[in-house]
């Protein structure tokens, strides 16, 4: 190798171990000085006092304050019952996920999922079953308004009228997904389903959104517009969506729901709402490898 490309390599080289200490130096551990980790040779500009270590304190709270916007963006209901609870603290957490789990690109919008790893792994005694909920709830709203919403095939409706129940599928839109959330407690529950009718809830809008409390067996979310949505599920509809992602055929999904469920009412607003991307035979389901009848997804669904 040429000497001047080993030169440029060793410099390469030495800038990456420098920059790779400063961030050590930023993300220094609580009470810790950041001035020991900084690489050699670092100075604070003339005139800051405090030096070095105040100047990287400067730039540690600048990060402290980039990821706790960042993540109250994507948790605005988790960050009110953490701070209502004990001021400070979603703050603290959004700059543990930031040190132990940083951003890997320049789009925060992508980052932040780690935070239901961190609420997980410190238990129920730590953290309130449906702040943990709340948070996989959350999560999901703000990833599905980040996905490519693909235009639905309303042409394939008329194979409903063509093949008979055992021969036809109905597959939901990639951004549709299932959630349990019954650690979710009502306030919450009703928040996230009525978003547009603020503190006093409307009865009526309520009503036609969400099915009794004892009666929601979970929640659907799908992407309405830019944002994402939710819409409580009674156990027959629950049944019949989750039939729905498991690949079966019309009829054994109809029959997986129950008699209670009203297949004319959900196809209308699957319809409306984007929730249904097309319906296909099960030959052409079998030929490109779909899901079929009996195939089932582990936990939450998608």
């Known amino acids: 190798m040429p000497m001047n490309e080993f030169e440029d390599l060793a410099g390469r080289y030495d800038l990456l171990l420098r920059q ?18 900084a690489p050699p040779g670092l100075q604070a500009l003339p005139g800051i006092a405090g030096g070095l270590s105040q100047a990287l304190r400067v730039h540690r709270a600048h990060a402290c304050a980039v990821a706790d916007r ?13 701070e209502t ?5 979603f703050a603290a957490l959004a700059w543990a996920c930031w040190r132990e789990q940083p951003p890997s690109h320049g ?4 980052w932040g999922e780690a935070l239901i790893d961190r609420l997980d792994a410190a238990g129920p005694a730590v953290v309130p079953a449906g702040w943990l909920a709340l948070a996989r709830i959350e999560w999901a709203l703000h990833a599905v ?12 409706l008329a194979l409903l009228g063509r093949l008979p129940a055992g021969a036809v599928r109905l597959v939901l839109a990639e951004q549709v997904s299932l959630h349990r959330g019954e650690d979710l407690d009502e306030a919450d529950r009703r928040a996230l389903t009525c978003p547009d009718v603020g503190a006093a809830i409307d009865a009526e809008v309520a009503a036609r959104n969400m099915p009794c409390e004892r009666d929601v067996a979970g929640l ?20 019949w969506c989750e039939a729905l992602l498991g690949g079966m055929d019309l009829e054994h999904a109809l029959r997986e729901s129950g008699p209670g469920f009203d297949f004319a009412d959900w196809l209308s607003t699957a319809v409306a ?23 089932s997804l582990p936990g939450l669904r998608r």
């Open 107 to 110: 789009d925060l919008g992508d």
């Open 70 to 82: 960042a993540l109250s963006a994507v948790y605005p209901r988790l960050r009110r019952h953490m």
């Open 20 to 37: 790779s200490q400063l961030v050590d130096a930023v993300l220094a551990e609580p009470g810790a000085d950041p001035a020991s980790l």
């Open 145 to 156: 308004s980040r996905q490519d919403v693909n235009v639905p095939d309303l042409s394939s």
């Open 273 to 295: 709402r984007g929730w249904l991307a097309r319906v296909e035979s099960v030959e052409m389901a079998v030929a490109t490898g779909a899901p079929h009848e009996g195939w």
């Open 85 to 89: 609870a004990r001021p400070g603290s």
């Open 220 to 239: 659907l979310i799908w992407r309405d517009a830019w944002s994402g949505r939710v819409q409580a599920l009674d156990d027959a509809t629950w049944r």
